[in-house]
């Protein structure tokens, strides 16, 4: 069975320094996504970042990048120069085709990021 | 402004009493679909729709209900609230069945005492 675990489920970084989320996720799949979403106490889940299993490169995005390590079913978050902004939850979650011709997507538990002025 | 619309943004229900979540959005997408997040368990799917007339059942269906009868809503329905369906809820949305879901509404608190 596909699983998605985030085993931090609170992290703390100071405003403007780096801080990373771990994710690690079980498949047996070789065609999958792998996503960070973000949600702020707002409560909207907002698109971070997305990596396709395939790729080697990591995806980035500003001050978002991933560290994929494919063969250890790794993907974590990096977020550089942390800003209050940043403070929310945090859930991976990975996306696989079904055998039925849908997609189904596991999310992991959430990690809470807290961002220290 | 384009997105996905759900209402109300809480609610509180008695055991036993039915009601709706609405979505809608406006962005012609195809796929729509609900999730439940639960403190703990990340968002789990309850039911998805891949286009006008077509729902099917996801991880969660017991106790909710589903129709699409118009591409831009996707309502949920509560036939008989029990306390094991409080939870928050969301809608979410995109253009086809393989895109990437990318479009949340604001979600749904919903309180069954």
């Known amino acids: 069975a596909q699983t998605v675990t985030q085993s931090q489920p609170e992290m703390s970084v100071q405003e403007a320094e780096t801080v990373t989320l771990s994710c690690t996720y079980d498949t047996s799949e070789s065609d999958y996504y792998l996503f960070w979403y973000k949600q702020p106490p707002s409560r909207q889940m907002i698109l971070v970042i997305r990596q396709e299993a395939y790729k080697q490169q990591n995806a980035t995005e500003n001050r978002f990048s991933v560290n994929f390590q494919k063969a250890a079913k790794s993907f974590s978050l990096k977020i550089s120069d942390s800003q209050l902004g940043d403070a929310a939850m945090y859930f991976c979650a990975y996306r696989r085709p079904t055998t039925s011709g849908t997609y189904k997507y596991i999310f992991g538990t959430g990690t809470r990021l807290k961002v220290l002025a | 402004n384009a997105g996905v619309t759900q209402t109300p943004k809480f609610q509180v229900l008695k055991t036993g009493q039915s009601m709706t979540l609405q979505c809608a959005q406006d962005?012609?997408?195809?796929?729509m679909s609900w999730y439940r997040q639960d403190p703990g368990m990340g968002l789990r799917l309850i039911h998805y729709?891949?286009?006008?007339?077509?729902?099917d059942q996801g991880e969660v269906p017991n106790g909710y209900n589903v129709s699409r009868s118009t591409t831009e809503d996707f309502p949920l329905r509560l036939l008989s609230a029990a306390p094991s369906q409080t939870s928050v809820y969301f809608c979410a949305s995109s253009s086809r069945q393989g895109a990437i879901l990318a479009f949340f509404g604001q979600g749904t608190r919903l309180t069954v005492v």
């Open positions: 729709s891949v286009g006008a007339g077509i729902t």
């Open positions: 962005m012609n997408h195809e796929y």
